[in-house]
């Protein structure tokens, strides 16, 4: 059974910092995807980043380039999700997901996996 359990959310002032991880299990995620959504009360989840487990190719949300950085670790079968400079308008709960390698990582239809999530909160 696959599972994905985030961690690492909390309460943050503006300008700082916190990383979230995501461990996954039950299976090889060797041809999969691995991405980050975050969905703010009121609004859609929406994509923030993503990596391919094996090839380590990235893609972000244009609000976080710059701030946010994906990244995994085979040998622990975690993908992080390191950001800084957090705004108040980063404030959401962050889930990671998996899905096989050639979806379409920015929308949330082809991924097959999903955590429960982790609450980001950003003060100003």
């Known amino acids: 059974q696959v599972q994905l359990v985030e961690s690492g959310g909390g309460l943050v002032q503006a300008g700082g910092s916190l990383r979230l991880s995501c461990a996954a299990s039950?299976?090889?995620?060797?041809?999969?995807?691995l991405g980050w959504f975050r969905q703010a009360p009121g609004k859609e989840r929406e994509f923030v980043a993503s990596?391919?487990?094996?090839?380590?190719?990235?893609y972000y949300a244009d609000s976080v380039k710059g701030r946010f950085t994906i990244s995994r670790d085979h040998a622990e079968n975690t993908v992080y999700l390191q950001m800084n400079s957090l705004k108040p308008e980063d404030t959401a709960v962050y889930s990671c997901?998996?899905?096989?390698?050639?979806?379409?990582?920015?929308?949330?239809?082809?991924?097959?996996?999903w955590g429960q999530g982790t609450q980001v909160t950003v003060s100003s």
């Open positions: 997901a998996a899905g096989r390698r050639g979806i379409v990582v920015f929308i949330t239809l082809g991924y097959s996996y």
């Open positions: 039950g299976r090889t995620f060797s041809n999969y995807v």
């Open positions: 990596i391919s487990w094996s090839g380590g190719s990235t």
